[in-house]
């Protein structure tokens, strides 16, 4: 085998043109890039994470029992309500956080809200109220339902 010698390939630098063949002083013009709606601005300060039940009802993200400020013990009152589990503290709560900092979600709310062991649940706190809404996604499929339609055939919601 013998070996030869490939130059390498350098492009000529046009000046004001920057690098290629094309015309001299003929600078590129930037793509056009749509400008996007700023939207409106979010109407609370809440947070949110999608955790998955485990067979115990433990919820397996901690962080959002964290920025609500419930530590290991606190008393907490949960209820479903249409489909939906509310959780507050309460002096009185029958329900606490977890040693661990899990949120339990009580037997009857998951049977209520058809949830098993891997199901998924949308978490929205609202560190301002302290309360935390667990949306199972059967639920937010029914509230999106409309939206998902309309967008899906190409109609504003």
């Known amino acids: 085998m013998t070996a030869s010698f490939v130059p390498p390939v350098i492009p000529k630098v046009v000046p004001g043109g920057g690098a290629g063949g094309g015309p001299v002083g003929r600078s590129r013009r930037p793509l056009p890039v749509p400008a996007l709606e700023s939207g409106s601005p979010r109407a609370t300060d809440a947070v949110y994470a999608l955790s998955a039940v485990d067979k115990s009802g433990r919820v397996a993200d901690r962080s959002i029992v964290r920025v609500l400020g419930w ?87």
Not at 137 to 155: K, Y
């Open 71 to 157: 530590g290991p013990g606190a008393r907490l009152d949960i209820r479903e309500q249409a489909g939906i589990i509310v959780a507050r503290p309460a002096t009185d709560g029958v329900h606490c956080v977890g040693d661990r900092g899990h949120l339990h979600l009580p037997l009857a709310v998951r049977r209520w809200c058809r949830l098993t062991a891997g199901d998924r649940v949308l978490l929205a706190a609202d560190p301002a109220a302290g309360v935390l809404v667990a949306y199972p996604l059967a639920v937010l499929d029914r509230l999106l339902a409309d939206v998902h339609a309309a967008v899906a055939g190409g109609e504003a919601a």
